[in-house]
């Protein structure tokens, strides 16, 4: 009965959601993600990992643009050269929930078993720590074909409005609890481990996890009772740091307590409180930050001041071979600033690495694959290979 009250308190809190804007009206489409976000340990002391799917897409000069997923397996089927570089485009994607792009080949049935295709998700997001991971999807959803196809599993239905909270037939509090009868390889939403996970549909998004005290946090969200991440002036100087160049495809957000890279790598950069790494793309560049969030410009300035001699001396302890190198094997270059919030409550010690953007022409019989910058950032960031940054 409290969740119902929850969700009928915020439906009437509800009002049609605005994207996030700096002072010269540009939107800032992670911002607009992580107002979705509650202020949460859980989001705050993990990775938050963000997508633009379509973004990814559009960056890739030439990659089709599927209007659904019969289209995009009609073009499979076909050999059609869009998709080739469709393929490509998204083999550079690092971000994101990892069962939504794991299940895409099996995804022909998602309206049946899910109530949505594929390509009706815009951006994604997800955080957390298994098995309470969290994921966030945008894009234009219909409530009533979603609730049809959950109804069709014997799920319980709390609705009121435009909210709508989908349980399993156990209840809502058993979302983590496996079911060897129930697998479902083709279902995004824990249907590999048989689980009846919960889903909230709200406005313009939906969210789902195993773990329905994630789900309440975001309840709570939308009711006005409780902060989101686009609150806290850190989280949006990352955002806005993300987006202030080209077309912004990924992004990861990063508590800088998970970061414990060790070694001596050089004079001291001043403790940071969020790590950013955010893929972008121009008409001719694909741009790479990497950023080092404070609340002092003075700090991040200190680190602006150090970073290029940690960029020029850092051995990679997993490639055994000079960062430097590494780079210029992609081909990239980076200049070093910093970003100062436009409320000037943050600042962002930000490393720019350039390259060329991947096109159409084949390396050893294959398309190499988009953001290839961001995905070697990506992996030694989970390697613990990031001690150039390490404060």
Request: charged share 20%; hydrophobic share 45%; net charge negative.
């Amino acid at each position: 009965m409290y969740r119902f009250w929850l969700l009928l308190l915020a439906l009437l809190m509800i009002v049609p959601p605005l994207r996030a804007q700096d002072s010269t009206g540009a939107a800032h489409p992670l911002l607009d993600m992580l107002a979705r976000v509650p202020d949460s340990p859980s989001a705050r002391e993990n990775i938050l990992s963000y997508v633009d799917y379509r973004a990814a897409e559009s960056a890739r000069p030439g990659a089709l643009q599927a209007d659904s997923w019969a289209d995009w397996e009609a073009a499979r089927q076909a050999d059609d050269a869009a998709f080739d570089l469709w393929m490509a485009a998204f083999q550079g994607v690092s971000s994101g929930p990892n069962e939504v792009l794991q299940q895409l080949f099996v995804a022909d049935n998602w309206p049946q078993v899910i109530g949505f295709d594929f390509f009706e998700i815009d951006q994604a997001l997800e955080y957390g720590q298994p098995p309470s991971m969290v994921q966030v999807l945008q894009g234009d959803f219909s409530a009533e074909a979603i609730v049809s196809a959950y109804e069709a599993r014997e799920v319980s239905v709390e609705a009121d409005g435009d909210l709508t909270l989908l349980c399993g037939s156990d209840g809502c509090d058993n979302g983590m609890e496996f079911n060897m009868d129930k697998l479902d390889q083709t279902n995004p939403f824990g249907g590999r481990f048989g689980r009846q996970e919960p889903l909230l549909i709200a406005p313009g998004h939906l969210i789902n996890s195993a773990d329905i005290a994630q789900i309440d946090q975001h309840i709570a969200l939308l009711a006005g009772e409780a902060a989101s991440l686009a609150d806290d002036p850190r989280f949006q100087a990352a955002a806005q740091a993300a987006a202030r160049e080209g077309l912004l495809i990924q992004a990861q957000i990063v508590n800088t307590a998970l970061l414990d890279a060790e070694g001596e790598f050089g004079e001291a950069i001043p403790a940071y409180d969020l790590l950013l790494l955010a893929d972008a793309a121009t008409e001719s560049e694909q741009v790479v930050t990497v950023g080092l969030v404070y609340t002092s410009a003075a700090d991040a300035q200190a680190a602006a001041d150090v970073l290029p001699g940690r960029i020029e001396s850092y051995q990679s302890i997993v490639r055994e071979q000079p960062f430097l190198d590494i780079l210029v094997e992609r081909d990239a270059t980076y200049t070093v600033e910093v970003f100062e919030s436009d409320t000037n409550e943050a600042a962002v010690a930000i490393v720019v690495l350039r390259g060329p953007l991947a096109g159409t022409e084949t390396v050893d019989g294959r398309l190499p694959s988009s953001s290839l910058i961001f995905r070697l950032l990506v992996q030694m960031l989970y390697q613990r290979d990031l001690g150039w940054i390490a404060p």
